[in-house]
């Protein structure tokens, strides 16, 4: 059974078999297609919960927010979409209660050009996408393992992850503060609008590069650790 917020779910099931081997996939082949969408106009916040399913999120001239779960996997379990408001906070939760075996899954998330207060992104092992026009004075990510790509205006940055390779582009609207705690995986931070970075980073064996060089434009206070991988300002 699939559990979706109460709504239709497109799906085919297959008994699929592993090739190569002589071991029997315990789940059942299954694709999903399932939209939610949310006015935005009383939504400050948006928190998504997805523990391996990649993430992307995108910008656009709706004034709705759309989240889109969509892709084909082996899965051995349930899953639970859930999308709800709860004090002007968005919460997106993809869960699964059994195993997913193999697969192609995405959840895109699009939202229209406005600043919200905070974005905040929790995974165990997903790898998180955050186009350009995504606005957010406040971007939290929490993980364990995952690469993370944004290109979003963003103000202040928390993100907190075991392993994985983190690449921030940053147009600067005010002065930036970017927080990295990693334990390995490179960190990549290129500025925009940005005259000077207050880097303080530290990396067991890795390199640390502070090549920026802003003539204009605001301070970004950077504090970066981690205990192994490259650490790149530009």
Do not use: W
Request: charged share 20%; hydrophobic share 35%.
């Amino acid at each position: 059974m699939i559990i979706i917020n109460n709504g239709p779910v497109s799906r085919r099931n297959i008994i699929s078999i592993s090739h190569g081997t002589n071991v029997e996939e315990t789940g059942k082949f299954e694709e999903f297609n399932q939209k939610k969408v949310k006015d935005s106009s009383d939504i400050d916040k948006i928190t998504i919960d997805s523990k391996f399913v990649d993430v992307h999120v995108l910008a656009s001239n709706s004034s709705k927010i759309q989240a889109h779960f969509y892709g084909e996997a082996n899965i051995d379990g349930d899953v639970i979409f859930d999308v709800q408001v709860v004090n002007r906070e968005l919460r997106i939760t993809l869960k699964f209660t059994g195993i997913c075996v193999s697969g192609n899954l995405n959840l895109d998330v699009t939202v229209p050009h406005k600043m919200f207060e905070m974005i905040s992104l929790k995974s165990s092992s997903a790898d998180f996408t955050l186009n350009e026009g995504v606005q957010t004075d406040y971007l939290k990510i929490e993980t364990k393992s995952g690469d993370l790509e944004t290109h979003a205006t963003v103000n202040n940055v928390s993100i907190s992850t075991m392993s994985g390779d983190i690449d921030l582009y940053i147009n600067a609207e005010q002065n930036v503060s970017v927080e990295v705690s990693t334990m390995s995986g490179d960190v990549s931070v290129e500025f925009s609008n940005i005259r000077h970075v207050n880097l303080s980073a530290s990396s067991m064996s890795g390199k640390v590069k502070n090549r920026h060089n802003g003539n204009r434009g605001f301070t970004a206070n950077v504090n970066i650790s981690t205990m192994g991988g490259d650490i790149k300002i530009r």
